[in-house]
């Protein structure tokens, strides 16, 4: 859900790209320990 309102829409864009990059990173953590250490730290 992203709001439109008074240029908060390229913050939504930019924080939805985040969650989205957090989310890959996770999904690679569960698949390697190594990387899940370097998500951590």
Do not use: E, K
Not at 1 to 14: D, L, P, Y
Not at 31 to 38: C, E, H, K, V, W
Request: aromatic fraction near 14%; proline fraction near 2%; charge should be neutral.
């Amino acid at each position: 859900m992203i709001i439109v309102s008074n240029g908060s829409f390229a913050t939504g864009i930019f924080g939805f790209t985040l969650l989205l990059l957090l989310i890959i990173r996770v999904c690679d953590a569960y698949a390697s320990p190594y990387t899940l250490l370097l998500v951590l730290f």
